[in-house]
């Protein structure tokens, strides 16, 4: 109850912060971004986090599940390691080369982000699934299912909180990566923060960062809460009893 006491504290702050920041009008010779500029660029940066987003999850998730399958285990080390590769390089870096090698703008911004942000899937759900313990899935063949059956109502529904917690974080981290995005043209509130830099204005970073902050704790307790509903009532038992032993 405290930690969600003190983040309603701390966004709450930063919404004042970004209230107050936008009403001041200018600060010496520079004008703040009026209030439908910073909505369009939250609104922008949104878009580019859940495009990435997006696309991670249709890639990561089935890249993760084929890496448990017996077919395909020799080649897991593969898959997650050049999944790790985007991880390796520094965030500026790597946007800045998407947008050299794709075009200033949208489309290399979603790119860069797609690549920061399949690694935790990939790595939740490899996980995930081979947390599943073959004795539950033993027991699901002896009980006549088929492996698809296996796989849709046995393996993914267990390792649904996994996968959904990697998805949480690639989310939350995303939203502050997609902010150097701003440097190339993407907009969104990085454009904002980039622009405070370039002029030297503590006031207009601060105008992209408090939002860019809000965003990550908003995105962060939605998913939160269904990674809780989307666990099985069986798992929230277990967790509590080891919690409570």
Known sequence: ???????????????????WLTAIGSVGMFQMAPPGKVMTSMLR???????AEGLAILV????????????????????????????????LAFIGIAGAVLGMGYNAAVIALFVYAI???????????????????EAAQGM???????????????????????????????VGTAAVAGMIGAGGLGELIVTGIAVRVTELILQGAAPTAALAIILDA?????????TPRGLKVMKQAQLAG
Not at 60 to 89: C, D, E, H
Not at 222 to 230: H, K, M, P, Q, T
């Open 222 to 230: 939605i998913l939160e809460g269904v990674e809780e509903i989307v």
């Open 1 to 19: 109850m405290r930690r969600y006491i003190l983040l309603v504290i701390i966004l709450a702050v930063l919404v004042g912060l970004t209230v």
């Open 144 to 174: 006549g299912m088929s492996k698809a059956q296996v796989t849709w109502r046995v393996e993914l529904p267990l390792a649904r909180p996994v996968i959904l917690a990697g998805i949480r974080t690639s989310t939350v981290v995303n």
């Open 45 to 51: 940066h949104l878009q580019i986090v859940a495009a």
């Open 60 to 91: 990561g998730i089935p890249i993760g599940f084929i890496s448990t399958r017996k077919a395909f285990r020799y080649a897991s080390p593969v898959l997650i390691g050049t999944a790790n590769v985007g991880q390796t390089v520094p965030t």
């Open 119 to 137: 690694l935790p899937i990939i790595r939740n759900t490899y996980a995930g699934i081979r947390s599943v313990s073959p004795a539950v899935i």
